[in-house]
């Protein structure tokens, strides 16, 4: 069975919307939303094949750890352990300016929000931003 | 960003892209609007077969170039002169809206002695445009009953980006061109949600809605809602951050969905700065350059597998839908960063992102009336201060953001580095149709790099000719900082002396080449103009 869900494009900042035709839990086709949509039923080419890198082999799949300079695969707990011990580590002996981060065009409203919140309340540091320069 | 804010007061595009077949004329500038927002390039086509002008500013003869009324083929980092010698003709022709002037604005009598000095015939002795086309233009563009810029990082990834906006708000408002349907002055934004990132904060200098860090009444709501205090300095912008990073003093990065190894300018700089770091956290959803750089690397989750929302280059909230679920042990941004914020003592207890939503309604004048039941429709565009507002298509309807509209005269800064004998060609760059950005998405879909398989730069006729350059030929690009290898493609659509190539492609960056001087006030880098040499390879490319 095939079901498709509403959704945004994921490429430029038109906003068009587009159903994500799901079949055995992949995206198998992405077609224009027509209804409540400011693309009205077209699609540029991206937007045609935004379901194809979604099962990509290349995604990542697991948390990676870098030891002697190579990558291991890791479980989240280890990896947001080390990542947890090394910013507290950080922020004690160098304080909040010892931070960059950058957060996501790409990402949610409500994850950026979430990293702006990281940022200030618990890395202490204004020092966040994204490529909207770019 | 920066330009809008300080002449109207609210950095987005004043207007909606519903609106632009409602316009009489439209002046794009800085903008491949075919090949970077397809369907605003579909909407303005579709507004031109309705009868309306168009004015094409560009370098290169773009999709919508070629099918402009007029094209002012400017040389890269002219704008603004192009623009004060339009406001020049308006002025000098009498085609002013001087009720507008009057009621809405402050500064005219300023900026109009300052522009008496940009006649058409000096500017076109920089801009290399014909005179009597900037007449034209200009009469074209100030005649309309309703006229629309749109403009993209033609203009604001310069030196000058600042200065670039602020003349074109002085171009709009002297003609009265602002808060009605049809009109306004339109920054096309790149990414699906850049708008979204914005109007969240994640920037140095402001929380949600651009509610400044350095306000200490914003600083005190936040401690209230956040429980922690707010750092009262605005922070470093990203271009700052490498710098900082190289020098030492920001010695940890958490990067999110981005890929700094390829898109950033003078590139060598980012990778000695991302290298040196004590600690270096990458979260996406593939291992892009950057993220080898990586100590520890954190799988996120694509768009097709959360909830969440995006903001539109017009200001439209809408819902993300989650379609499947998350690929191997990959997880929401959202989900990670909680449970981050957990490990180091912070509390945030979220189930799912619509009662973030609630939060940033509550913390957000412009998002406060926001909420996922009010987006299962075509969603609403910002501001919406409360539960029962529409929305808002276009901005300062009865009066500015800032109150009143203000004139600034704009002083032409060329770009930061000439050309000269050893370097004799100006670089551009940009974007292509099947491709996004630095192709961490695209060029893992089979079709596209089909469509266009890797880099390229393209060369006018005549430089070809005078470098000794056949179309096909692998040639070497080089700038003062880096030095690329890609095929040229030899056309008449990119004006003599500028060669353009798109920044997809890590095996050629142009990235390498751009330089990285900022802007002043916004920090854009200026990716649009460096010099450049060029010089064959000696081999053939296949079919490219």
Not at chain 2, 57 to 78: F, Q
Not at chain 2, 193 to 199: F, I, K, L
Not at chain 2, 401 to 409: D, E, N, T
Request: proline letters at 5%; aromatic letters at 6%; hydrophobic letters at 40%.
């Amino acid at each position: 069975m095939t079901h498709y869900v509403k959704t945004v494009c994921p490429y430029c900042g038109c906003g068009c919307s587009i159903n994500l035709h799901v079949k055995n839990g992949r995206t198998v086709r992405t077609s224009p939303a027509v209804k409540d949509s400011i693309n009205k039923g077209t699609l540029c080419i991206k937007g045609m094949l935004a379901h194809e890198f979604v099962h990509s082999p290349e995604r990542l799949k697991t948390p990676l750890i870098k030891e002697n300079g190579v990558f291991r695969e890791a479980t989240w707990d280890e990896a947001l352990g080390i990542v947890a011990d090394r910013f507290r580590k950080i922020k004690e002996e160098s304080g909040g300016a010892a931070f960059g981060v950058l957060s996501s065009a790409r990402a949610a409203c409500e994850e950026n929000y979430l990293m702006s919140k990281l940022a200030r309340a618990v890395l202490a540091t204004n020092n966040i931003d994204h490529c909207a320069r770019l | 960003m920066a330009g809008l804010a300080k002449t109207m007061g609210a950095g987005a595009m004043t207007n909606s892209i519903e609106e632009i077949t409602e316009s009489q004329v439209l002046f794009v500038i800085g903008s491949n609007t075919t090949e970077q927002h397809p369907l605003i390039g579909s909407r303005v086509i579709e507004a031109v077969k309705n009868g309306a002008k168009l004015i094409v500013a560009d370098p290169r003869r773009t999709y919508l170039a070629e099918r402009a009324y007029i094209h002012l083929c400017l040389s890269p980092g002219t704008d603004v002169v192009l623009i004060n010698a339009m406001i020049n003709v308006i002025i000098e022709d009498g085609l002013f809206d001087e009720n507008f002037i009057e009621k809405r604005t402050e500064g005219f009598e300023v900026l109009k002695q300052d522009v008496l000095q940009w006649t058409p015939e000096r500017a076109e002795r920089i801009t290399g445009v014909k005179a009597e086309d900037i007449r034209r233009a200009a009469r074209i563009y100030a005649g309309a009953e309703r006229a629309m810029i749109l403009y993209c990082m033609g203009i604001t990834q310069h030196n000058c980006s600042t200065d670039n906006v602020i003349a074109l708000s002085n171009l709009v408002m002297l003609t009265g061109n602002v808060g009605r349907p049809g009109t306004g002055l339109c920054p096309l934004r790149g990414q699906n949600n850049v708008q979204g990132a914005c109007d969240m904060g994640a920037l140095p200098d402001v929380l949600t809605g651009y509610q400044k860090v350095t306000d200490p009444n914003v600083r005190e709501k936040f401690l209230r809602a956040w429980g922690a205090e707010i750092p009262d300095t605005p922070g470093l912008t990203v271009p700052e951050m490498f710098k900082a990073a190289e020098e030492g003093i920001i010695k940890a990065m958490y990067i999110i969905g981005e890929n700094p190894a390829v898109s950033e300018s003078h590139l060598s700089h980012v990778e000695k700065a991302l290298a040196g770091l004590e600690f270096l956290v990458v979260q996406d959803i593939f291992l892009t350059e950057t993220a080898r750089f990586a100590d520890v690397v954190l799988p996120a989750c694509s768009f097709a597998e959360k909830d969440g929302t995006f903001t539109t280059t017009d200001r439209r909230v809408q819902r993300l839908r989650k379609a499947v679920e998350p690929l191997g042990n990959s997880k929401p941004d959202w989900q990670i960063i909680v449970e981050l914020a957990a490990r180091m003592g912070y509390n945030m207890t979220y189930k799912h992102p619509s009662e973030i939503m609630d939060e940033i309604a509550s913390l957000t004048p412009s998002y406060g009336g926001i909420s996922y039941d009010r987006l299962e429709g075509p969603g609403i565009q910002v501001p919406c201060p409360h539960k029962d507002h529409p929305g808002t298509p276009y901005l300062h309807k009865d009066s500015f953001a800032r109150g009143k509209g203000k004139f600034i005269p704009v002083k032409y800064t060329p770009p930061a580095e000439k050309t000269d004998e050893e370097y004799p060609l100006v670089l551009t760059t940009g974007r292509v149709l099947y491709h996004y950005h630095t192709g961490t998405m695209t060029r893992k879909i089979d079709f596209l790099n089909k469509k266009c398989p890797g880099p390229f730069v393209e060369i006018n006729p005549v430089d070809a000719q005078k470098f000794g350059i056949s179309n096909g030929d692998v040639v070497y690009i080089k700038s003062r900082r880096g030095e690329i290898k890609a095929p040229a493609r030899v056309t008449e659509k990119i004006k003599q002396g500028v060669v353009f190539v798109p920044f997809h492609f890590a095996e050629a960056a142009a990235n390498y080449l751009t330089i990285d001087v900022l802007d002043p006030v916004a920090k854009t880098p200026q990716l649009k103009a460096c010099a450049v040499n060029i010089s064959a390879g000696g081999e053939k490319h296949g079919d490219n």
